[in-house]
């Protein structure tokens, strides 16, 4: 971007403006006399750590909420937006972290959802979302439920719903988390292809590297206020790094928990995955973990990681014929459901923690008291809030969980800390055996180190540990072994010192 240009771009009227915008909750400030502005044509990077006040910020914008305090400007004139159908017709959308599509809808549907005529008829609605789908090089069938498809297809549906309607400012609230690489580079075509059309883009995401690839200028939030707003071009990670977490110190990614030299033996075989089969997700996959072990699954979206950790803890079922054996320190097991795999002491940590992971309308104490008592240690009959609270207080401060008020909901609270109260409503089970499915998801820099720790300190405890994850340097942090994943099948198995990047790529493409 040069000089010139850059002069004449903050000459323009900004789209979106917030002058001294507040929000607060229940007396707690979630951001605080914030200022912000979004050009015309901008792509525009929004970071900050769990809990910066990055969503609430871009709420504000979509419409979803209201500013305590502070001015909310679009074209130069104030608005108060009541809902998002209202900033919608405004030209404001926000494709939210969390998907919001209706499950038993299709997928054309969804994409209609709001835009219905007095009669509508399916096909219409059907070959125009082909060709939007098609346009976007999104492989998604539109007469398929919801329902049935995988995270990243959601996000997928999500992003077409809002190139649909046409929205001339879209807010991107980590829209990369479930994609691949190769469908981040469709994606980030996508966003130029808008951004060269006049559309204005806020970019929310925890992946900085992305954030400076993408983005125009880059802003940064810290404990709900600005500290910085600067053209991208004279950013790079360390600075953003710096700016986001202040004087605190990080650890270095592949370097959490213990050193690899200090690390325990391995114990006993746990776990046993014997031939096992469902339909075409799973083919004859096997492999085996140990105590005192993390094992790392990596592997394509769609190559069957996801599918054998929920056949694993009874979410899923395999096949009734010919569908393999499962061993659990040396029992067959096949859980019909997973309050089964929860009594025996098998965990699996969802990736999608909206839909599978906490009550949203609970806090954080109901939510991993209720954990509890799922499990027969836990039950009793009469309700005790010294207990409740007391677990709470534990898993709160192991976790570092942080939150504007422990009375306040779930749904709430940032993603990283959603992320934390899921893990926390998993390990107060006490399991023997933990599976995280994609554990940093929607994580700030500052709590993956702390995730990461968590990791090998269940590890350390004697605990089997499965890390299934899309990001290549988090498997080769936490992992003992990696196992690669691919149609189905277990098809390379690395001990840590010896896996590179371009190995577990290899082994997952070709």
């Excluded at 809990?51 to 608005?79: F, Q, R």
Aim: glycine content about 8%; aromatic content about 6%.
């Amino acid at each position: 971007m040069s000089a010139t240009k850059t002069k004449s771009d903050h000459q323009m009227q900004p789209v979106v403006e917030i002058r001294g915008g507040s929000k607060i909750y229940d007396g707690v400030h979630a951001i605080s006399e914030v200022d912000f502005t979004l050009l015309p044509g901008e792509i525009h990077a929004l970071t900050g750590e769990n809990g910066a006040g990055k969503s609430t910020l871009s709420k504000v914008i979509a419409g979803a909420i209201n500013l305590t305090h502070g001015e909310h400007l679009l074209d130069g004139i104030t608005v108060n937006h009541k809902s998002p159908r209202q900033a919608l017709d405004a030209g404001v959308c926000m494709v939210y972290q969390e998907t919001s599509l209706v499950p038993t809808m299709t997928v054309a549907q969804n994409i209609e959802l709001g835009n219905e005529k007095l009669i509508n008829r399916n096909r219409k609605i059907n070959i125009k979302a082909q060709q939007l789908l098609q346009s976007l090089n999104f492989h998604i069938d539109p007469v398929t439920p919801v329902a049935l498809l995988g995270t990243a297809k959601r996000q997928m549906v999500e992003i077409a719903r809002a190139v649909y309607n046409k929205a001339r400012i879209i807010i991107f609230d980590e829209p990369t988390a479930s994609l691949t690489p190769e469908e981040i580079v469709h994606f980030f075509n996508l966003l130029r292809n808008l951004k060269n059309s006049g559309v204005s883009i806020i970019y929310i995401s925890h992946a900085l590297e992305e954030s400076l690839q993408i983005s125009d200028r880059i802003t940064v939030l810290r404990d709900g206020r600005k500290v910085l707003c600067a053209l991208t071009q004279d950013m790079d990670r360390d600075k953003l790094v710096e700016a986001m977490v202040g004087s605190r110190k990080l650890t270095t990614p592949g370097r959490t928990g213990q050193a690899k030299s200090n690390r325990p033996p391995r114990g006993a075989k746990v776990l046993s995955v014997e031939n096992v089969t469902m339909g075409n997700m799973v083919k004859n996959m096997s492999f085996s973990v140990y105590a005192n072990e993390v094992v790392g699954i990596s592997g394509l979206i769609g190559s069957g990681r996801t599918e054998i950790a929920k056949i694993i803890s009874g979410a899923e079922k395999r096949n009734i014929i010919n569908g393999g054996t499962i061993k659990f320190h040396g029992k067959p097991i096949r859980y019909r459901v997973p309050r089964q795999a929860t009594k025996d002491g098998i965990a699996y940590i969802t990736e999608d923690r909206k839909a599978d992971g906490f009550f949203e309308t609970m806090n954080v104490d109901e939510n991993i008291y209720l954990a509890k008592l799922a499990t027969r240690p836990g039950w009793r009959i009469f309700f005790s809030k010294a207990e409740r609270r007391k677990l709470a207080d534990y898993w709160i401060q192991r976790l570092n969980i942080m939150a504007l008020n422990r009375k306040s909901t779930i749904i709430e609270y940032s993603g990283g800390n959603q992320q934390k109260v899921v893990i926390a409503k998993s390990l107060v089970q006490e399991p023997s055996v933990v599976i995280f499915d994609e554990p940093t998801r929607g994580v700030d820099v500052g709590a993956i180190p702390q995730i990461h720790e968590q990791i090998r300190q269940l590890a350390a405890e004697g605990k089997a540990v499965v890390v299934i994850s899309s990001y290549l340097p988090e498997v080769l942090a936490v992992s003992d072994r990696i196992l690669v994943a691919k149609l189905g099948r277990i098809v390379a198995d690395f001990p840590s010192e010896e896996a590179t990047e371009d190995k577990i790529m290899y082994a997952a493409i070709h």
